[in-house]
């Protein structure tokens, strides 16, 4: 895939360093509520959670929110931060022990290895996935108390995550996935983009908040990082779909060109894939300009931007 180009970071910043070092705290923070989360589970049980929590992955929405934060209070975040951009991680890690079900996409291999129900089966898979929904929500209160934040301010970060992952938001957007893929069933230009918004879009746009949330963001600069995390999550989702028919399994660690096999409307079948590589480009236009409008220049921001239209998986 060509690389796409967006607003250029500074030349100094190093996104791959950035990333590697969030990613590593990250997964140093994962690793140990992976642990103290599931106590008291069924062997069995506490096993799938922690191989789906394991599942290698790029970490950005925890990268996300890490950056929200420090907009508000520069400087090396605190370790409840951390855990606290576990949060959503531990979400999209259920919803995709979910995704690859055989009742949903029906998926073998995830991030380059056997997925949950593959290696369990699929009822462990179901409840293992379902399990992880209190467990985040423990964790986001936990991590929110430690930060100094009084119950209405956890309470009101609680509602926002529920929201995100819920029929309002992720869940809702994969309903309106599966609901697109029915024989006879069509999804325009418009159906498209609001089953990216909330499928996609939602995770990503909460981890902004919470994060920001956290730090005592006023209203004007959370409503830019909302529409930030927007745009980055079509224009991630653009991106997704250019590599499912450009990329091969070996290189994607998921199966390869089943969107294609499935008939499923994608931005490259509605628009063609020179089309849809400039849509990703304009969408992360609009998310950087967001920041801009209410003063917020951002090097880690900017140059995740590029990092999402730039990926090669």
């Not at 990268?63 to 949060?87: E, F, M, Q």
């Not at 929500?137 to 301010?153: I, K």
């Not at 294609?260 to 304009?282: C, H, I, N």
Request: contains cysteine; charged residues 25%; hydrophobic residues 45%.
């Amino acid at each position: 895939m060509t690389p796409l180009a967006v607003t250029d970071p500074p030349a100094s910043f190093d996104v791959e360093a950035f990333l590697g070092a969030e990613r590593g705290r990250v997964n140093a923070a994962l690793s140990a509520l992976a642990s103290s989360r599931v106590e008291g589970a069924p062997t069995v049980l506490r096993e799938a959670m922690q191989y789906a929590l394991a599942t290698p992955g790029k970490r950005l929405r925890p990268a996300l929110c890490i950056t929200a934060y420090r907009l508000l209070r520069p400087g090396p975040a605190p370790d409840a931060v951390y855990r606290l951009s576990c949060v959503v991680e531990i979400i999209h890690t259920y919803s995709l022990v979910h995704d690859d079900l055989p009742c949903m996409d029906d998926d073998e291999l995830r991030r380059g290895r056997p997925t949950v129900h593959v290696v369990f089966d699929p009822g462990t898979a179901v409840l293992a996935g379902a399990a992880l929904i209190p467990a985040a929500v423990r964790v986001l209160d936990d991590a929110a108390r430690e930060l100094g934040l009084d119950a209405p301010a956890r309470g009101r970060m609680i509602g926002e995550l529920c929201r995100a992952g819920a029929a309002q938001g992720m869940v809702g957007g994969q309903w309106l996935d599966l609901i697109g893929e029915q024989p006879g069933a069509t999804v325009d230009a418009d159906g498209l983009e609001r089953i990216h918004r909330l499928k996609t879009g939602a995770l990503l746009a909460v981890s902004l908040r919470m994060g920001a949330m956290a730090a005592g963001a006023d209203e004007a600069r959370l409503e830019a990082l909302t529409a930030y995390g927007n745009e980055l999550g079509l224009a991630f989702q653009i991106v997704d779909d250019v590599l499912d028919v450009t990329r091969t399994a070996e290189e994607l660690g998921k199966t390869a060109g089943k969107d294609v096999d499935a008939g499923k409307a994608t931005y490259p079948s509605l628009f063609g894939l020179q089309r849809a590589r400039e849509m990703a480009v304009e969408r992360t236009g609009h998310a950087v300009d967001a920041l801009r409008a209410v003063d917020i220049h951002s090097p880690e921001l900017e140059a995740l931007a590029a990092y999402v239209l730039e990926r090669g998986r």
